[in-house]
């Protein structure tokens, strides 16, 4: 112990003596209007050192010997700029301010506030040693993107998934939103959803970060959940100067000929002798708007002929309201330590009613003669009589950045988060009528018509009562992280490199409280005329006016019941509606990692790591047979534990053949943890008439893959790129729902069910290539210069095997066609745009057979917007979205057979921003 203590007391006195040898350079990197620009060089020749700006525009040398030294900084579309700087065993601060560059004819490259926000997204994504795609604030700005999911599918590589006409999952390179995820400012985000790991895109306004990230190859100290990729969202930081912006615009949705109202302020700066810098951000949007919605259910019968069994038509009335507000600080303690606190808080509110007919259990009685019951239901709730859902992330980080010794960097940070659901008095009222007569219009299956022969279906007097139901929603999601970084460089000169290690530690609880109740009414309202109700027929609805909605019982009706007066109605807990959702996840993951960056000759690095990751899972959920089951107490409890750890090795390289053109070739390993409803030992059995048995899977294993990445990017002077390449991905034990007709349980002999579970199948393989191309089209003649092209194509390919029953299928997520073009116009004041936005069709859902797959359909999206500065800081803006009517579309099995097809119309709006 005494060799110990006495090894460690020599070690500790040759650093600090070796500490006060050396020195440090800190520093940061604006443009004029003190704007940080991120991914900037700067570059110790004498020594042959460089080092990149991070987001917030600062950099940092440490354990530079003593002496004077000559700094040089650059970016792209910026002058060169060089400063003379004496180390004298202190730490030394050297800020930069980087003008536009000029070209040979005297021009500013840099005409407008986009090419600005171009430049500094490829400045950051340049200097990344990993494959990434950065989109910078005021890049986003210029296209009609009201949430960070619309700003995200622009990028190369991505597409989303619609909810209610605004982006809510994120696809990368062909992986499904469970395969991907999101973080901010490095750390995942907990989701709002009941099941899933998915994080809500539209709860988090385009206005509220500084930068978005898209990580599509991993390092070793990223976290390793992530298959297809990590979206990091980049909060502000304060600059050296006070800025303020101010946002506000006003716009109509022609669907329901309704408003929609947009404000948000951002004000930042420095106080106590620039100490403390703080960023406040605050957003509110509010929307009111509508979709017009059609869905089908298939069959198929001997002869194969394709007919429909369930038809509904949707009418839904929305109101969005989007509230955040963001909180960053930053306390200089001296230039070697840095503190910081950021909050963020996201609040979503959409008050929904919608009107649903359906034809429902539509049976064949003679040959072309069908017969159906006749479903019409409101849904409502007691808040503005409309069913609210709120959902919420709230996030608290503390962290520090350090630098001992005049060596060594330190970072650490704790942070806690939460993410919730809320689906107060949720209420539904059913009225329908039996045996109604109809015939199919099958001449155009994407658009086929039932047709009731008579006209009681729509008769309020003949529609009998059939239930009053309440279902109250609760889910949350708590994460508790910590975290510590150390940085040692460790070599200088030639060949330069660094060791890079840390932990990681992640607690996470999700659960889900839910409950359902229907309502028998004490007086009589034995049918629909004895209520308050009204035609909800949409006269231009957009699917098409043979679609006609008909009576419903009104909202204000709806909402106004008093239903927990037990002299007016008598409930009863449904079981089966909450009992088997209801669930509680333990997780924890303790991870630790060691990387390496290293120079191997001037022009090429290398980085080699590994992260090793122990997960522990402690779930519960329920059995129950509703069918045998009378109250609560039937329900059996069950629990079930696992732990398993992933070791995940990493290894990239990074050539620069010329100082604007890369090559970078990587290997990486990365893993997909299941949802959190999939691995709940819950089992759900109906064993009535019905016999369905559907059961989650605790032994399910997180998914691991095996990647191979291959870009080639050159980045223009006059700030652009132009970038290709390949990657393959090899996937093993990806999961997916199981399905099968005839499942026998040993409990009920005899009886065969229809049975569902998520399991692993055994290996999928996606490949694919990537090409973009950015550029000012400054080498045109005259006005034709001021144009800017801004275009993407990724082609992914996919094959799976081991879904039971089936032969190899293309991966579930795996778009294989996605496309984005843009094209500009920008001179000093004036910008115009004009932006697609396509993604091919592909398989959401498996089924037993083809027939039964679920496909999500392609999209086109032709967005148009424009903004012109009146005076210096104020601009005025326009944006028209959705010109091209897009739908949300599924279909079954074979493309003209709708299964969903859901409809928005355009949207307009303007407005205007002010920076000072």
Request: proline share 3%.
């Amino acid at each position: 112990m005494k060799k110990l203590r006495l090894l460690i007391l020599t070690l500790l006195i040759t650093v600090i003596g070796f500490a006060q040898s050396k020195g440090n350079i800190v520093g940061h990197i604006t443009d004029p209007n003190n704007l940080p620009i991120p991914g900037a060089f700067i570059k110790i020749e004498s020594l042959n050192m460089m080092t990149v700006t991070d987001f917030n525009g600062n950099y940092t040398f440490v354990g530079i010997a003593n002496g004077d030294y000559v700094l040089k900084s650059s970016c792209l579309g910026c002058k060169d700029l060089t400063q003379t700087v004496k180390v004298n065993g202190k730490t030394v601060v050297v800020n930069f301010v980087l003008d536009s560059a000029v070209n040979d004819l005297d021009e500013v490259v840099l005409k407008g506030s986009n090419s600005k926000g171009q430049a500094k997204a490829l400045n950051k994504q340049k200097s990344n040693f990993n494959i990434t795609n950065i989109v910078a604030a005021d890049q986003v700005g210029k296209f009609p993107d009201a949430n960070i999911g619309d700003a995200v599918k622009r990028i190369p590589g991505i597409a989303v998934q619609n909810d209610q006409g605004e982006a809510r999952n994120i696809i990368i390179r062909g992986m499904a939103p469970q395969l991907n995820s999101v973080t901010l400012n490095g750390e995942r985000i907990p989701s709002a959803e009941g099941d899933n790991r998915n994080v809500q895109m539209d709860l988090i306004p385009s206005d509220m970060v500084q930068a978005v990230e898209v990580n599509k190859v991993l390092t070793s100290d990223m976290e390793a959940d992530a298959i297809g990729g990590s979206v990091n969202l980049v909060t502000r930081k304060a600059g050296e100067k006070t800025r303020i912006t101010l946002t506000g615009a006003y716009g109509q949705n022609p669907v329901r000929n309704t408003p929609m109202y947009n404000g948000a302020a951002v004000l930042a700066g420095r106080v106590f002798n620039n100490k403390l810098g703080a960023v406040l951000s605050t957003s509110i949007q509010s929307n009111e708007f509508g979709s017009d919605n059609i869905e089908f259910e298939w069959d198929k019968y001997l002869n194969n002929t394709a007919v429909v069994v369930s038809q509904d038509i949707r009418k839904y009335d929305v109101t969005r309201v989007r509230q955040s507000v963001a909180l960053n600080l930053d306390y200089k303690i001296n230039n070697n330590n840095t503190l910081y606190f950021n909050t963020v808080l996201n609040n979503r509110k959409d008050w929904e009613n919608r009107y649903r007919l359906q034809f429902k259990d539509i049976e064949e009685t003679a040959p072309g003669v069908y017969e159906s019951e006749v479903r019409r239901q409101t849904k409502a709730g007691t808040n503005k009589n409309a069913r609210l859902e709120e959902q919420q992330i709230k996030k608290y980080s503390l962290f520090g950045e350090h630098i001992l010794f005049n060596s060594v960097k330190l970072n650490w940070k704790t942070n806690y988060s939460k993410a919730s659901e809320t689906r107060p008095d949720e209420r539904y009222i059913n009225y329908r009528l039996k045996d109604v007569e109809v015939t199919q219009d099958l001449s155009d299956t994407k658009f086929p018509g039932i047709n009731p022969t008579g006209t009681d279906f729509n008769n309020p007097a003949a529609l009998e009562f059939k239930e009053i139901s309440e279902e109250n929603q609760y889910t949350q999601e708590e994460n508790y992280g910590a975290k510590f970084d150390i940085e040692i460089p460790m070599l200088q000169g030639d060949f330069e490199n660094t060791l890079k290690v840390g932990y990681r530690y992640k607690n996470k609880e999700k659960s889900r409280d839910n409950t359902y109740s229907e309502y028998d009414p004490i007086s009589a309202i034995d049918n629909m005329s004895d209520v308050a109700y009204s035609d909800q027929t949409v006269k231009g609805f957009l699917p098409g006016d043979k679609y006609k909605s008909g009576n419903f019982v009104d909202k204000e009706y709806l909402g106004g019941l008093d239903l927990k007066n037990s002299d007016l109605y008598s409930a009863k807990p449904v079981l089966e509606e909450f009992v088997p959702v209801n669930y509680n996840a333990k997780e924890t993951v303790n991870a630790a990692y060691g990387m390496i960056t290293q120079k191997l000759t001037p022009k090429l690095s290398a980085l080699v790591g590994l992260r090793v990751e122990r997960t522990d899972l402690d779930y519960t959920g329920y059995r129950i047979d509703i069918e045998t089951a009378e109250d609560f107490d039937d329900a059996t409890k069950i629990e079930a534990s696992k732990n398993y750890t992933n070791f995940l090795p990493n290894l990239q390289f990074k050539y620069s053949l010329q100082p604007n053109t890369i090559f970078r070739l990587a290997y990486s390993t990365s893993i997909a943890r299941p949802n959190y409803y999939d691995l709940v030992p819950y089992q759900n059995i109906d064993s009535s008439d019905d016999l369905v048995f559907e059961e989650g899977n605790s032994s399910l294993e997180a998914s691991y893959s095996n990647n191979l990445d291959f870009m080639f990017e050159h980045y223009f002077s006059s700030v652009g790129i132009i970038s290709g390449g390949v990657f393959y991905k090899n996937i093993d034990k990806f999961v997916y729902t199981y399905t099968e007709d005839g499942f026998v349980d040993a409990a009920y002999p005899g009886e065969t069910f229809e049975y569902s579970q998520p399991r692993n199948g055994n290996k999928a393989k996606v490949y694919g290539l990537e090409l973009s191309v950015q550029r000012r089209l400054d080498f045109l003649p005259k006005f034709l210069k001021n144009l800017n092209v801004y275009a993407n194509y990724t082609y992914t390919d996919s094959e799976a095997d081991g879904v039971e029953g089936r032969s190899k299928l293309a991966l579930a997520g795996a778009v294989k066609n996605m496309f984005n073009a843009s094209l500009a116009y920008e001179i000093k004041k004036l910008t115009l745009r004009t932006s697609l936005n396509y993604a091919g069709a592909y398989i959401d859902e498996y089924g037993s057979e083809a027939f039964e797959d679920i496909y999500y359909d392609s999209q086109m999206f032709l967005d148009v917007n424009a903004t012109y500065e009146i005076v210096k800081g104020l601009r005025l803006f326009t944006e028209f979205k959705n010109l091209t009517n897009q739908e949300l579309r599924y279909y079954q099995g074979k493309k003209d057979l709708t299964a969903q097809a859901e409809y928005y119309n355009f949207n307009w709006n303007v407005g205007a921003k002010y920076n000072f």
